[in-house]
């Protein structure tokens, strides 16, 4: 991986129009028939496509290391487990993890991500080697013990000064309140003021549960999206993970506050917290919806081609409608709608955009036959199509070979040894 002025790629496919294709610095600098001249690399792009990379818009990339760890248990067994693991997991368990996330989405074409996890710096360090845009949080939940208001006010502060020295348009921070059942209304109403007033972006967990949401009621009378918004939780820029159990009240609320709000299908369905994600709803009363796998705990894999697939088959199947997930938003909720979030201007193939953009390798079965690219890319294929990643302009894979992949994943292995090794089970 180095740094490169300018890269060319020939005879590349875009929207069914054979083009050439200059990179300059970070953007995409001219799409024409034929260009000529010197560039720094030139990539043949014969037999692909172009197409904008992906942003997997909610994840807690570490947890690759709990990819298949405990499968077939009930929620909070399940959580039990989780959290007695992560328990264990020290800064080069949570660097190798991060490291072999970002080698898993290199290689199915993610081009960015937004993350919550632990130990922020390690996952700092881990994307920046790899050479992938994100954006890493400081996640904070109190247990719902007041007591602890003042040190986890300065636990943020502190984060957030020490992320200047890390921080820029490329690996951003952001603040997380994990969710409206795990911290106490005080410390959730001074993270999204703090977030407001510093200008970062404010992530939760947004109505991912049937008992979440009967538990608000119960307890507030309101539902979760009525009281995060009655302590000023989304009076920032806002990122809503989930946000399955909402009404149209609710749809309001998100939209006149514009919270991104993120689907995160496999993991939903896996950990059977609801499917009926009210799609439809949202886009026609302007809310930007954006696509995550959420953490390998749950999805396994962080794949956002089969992310985008689950999703369409699901919204058609429960609404009964097989008009109710057009391809074209499909791809933008897996691409721009994520950059949208995070205030980043690529996920368009277009003069002037950030060049987070990958070639699909249509010398496939499931390209052929080829009448429709999007069609074949999100129902036939599956992350493995990705030939080639360019992100900020730089080749992050070609001919799906990422440098120092064996080296990840050997370590990787050799860290879940270390953590089989502390926890009994
Ligand atoms: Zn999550």
Redesign the pocket.
């Known amino acids: 991986m180095k740094d490169m002025a300018t890269l060319l790629i020939k005879n590349i496919i875009l929207n069914g129009q054979k083009r050439d294709l200059l990179i300059d610095d970070n953007k995409i600098a001219k799409i024409d028939n034929a260009i000529s001249g010197d560039a720094d690399k030139v990539i043949d792009g014969k037999g692909k496509r172009v197409i904008p990379g992906f942003i997997n818009t909610?994840?807690?990339s570490a947890m690759t290391l709990t990819r298949g760890k405990y499968e077939d248990m009930s929620l909070q067994k399940w959580l039990d487990k989780i959290w007695n693991l992560e328990a264990k997991l020290d800064e080069e368990m949570i660097y190798w993890g991060t490291k072999l996330a970002a080698l898993e989405m290199i290689k199915s074409g993610t081009t960015a991500f937004v993350d919550?996890y632990w130990m922020i710096e390690q996952g700092v360090k881990a994307t920046k080697e790899m050479g992938i845009r994100s954006l890493h949080s400081e996640v904070v939940l109190d247990g719902l013990d007041e007591s602890t208001f003042e040190k986890n006010c300065a636990k943020v502060i502190e984060a957030h000064q020490k992320s200047k020295d890390w921080e820029n348009d490329f690996t951003q921070f952001s603040i997380t309140c994990h969710a409206a059942y795990t911290v106490t209304p005080k410390l959730f109403k001074w993270c999204a003021d703090y977030a407001r007033k510093n200008d970062l972006i404010f992530q939760f967990?947004l109505a991912e549960s049937r008992k979440e949401t009967q538990d608000s009621f119960n307890q507030y009378g309101l539902s979760p999206t009525q009281y995060i918004d009655s302590i000023g939780g989304m009076d920032c820029k806002a990122i809503a993970?989930?946000a399955v159990w909402v009404d149209d009240k609710d749809i309001d609320t998100l939209a006149k506050r514009g919270v991104t709000v993120v689907h995160?299908i496999n993991?939903n369905l896996k950990i059977s917290s609801g499917y009926k994600f009210k799609y439809n709803e949202f886009r026609n009363r302007g809310v930007n919806v954006a696509l995550?796998t959420?953490?390998c705990g749950t999805s396994n894999n962080l794949d956002m081609i089969e992310t985008m697939k689950t999703t369409a088959m699901l919204q058609k199947a429960w609404r009964e409608n097989p008009t109710s997930m057009p391809l074209n938003e499909l791809l933008d909720m897996a691409s721009i709608n994520g950059y949208n979030a995070i205030g980043v201007d690529a996920g368009k193939i277009e003069v002037g955009k950030i060049a987070d953009i990958i070639l699909i390798d249509t010398f496939s079965p499931v390209f052929v036959p080829n009448y429709n690219f999007e069609a074949n890319l999100v129902y036939a294929a599956n992350g493995s199509c990705v030939d080639t990643v360019i992100c900020n302009g730089r080749v992050l894979m070609e001919n799906r070979v990422v440098e120092g992949e064996r080296e990840i994943l050997e370590n990787a292995q050799y860290q879940v040894d270390r953590l089989s090794k502390l926890i009994n089970d």
């Open positions: 909610h994840s807690h919550q967990h993970a989930h995160n993991s995550g959420d953490g």
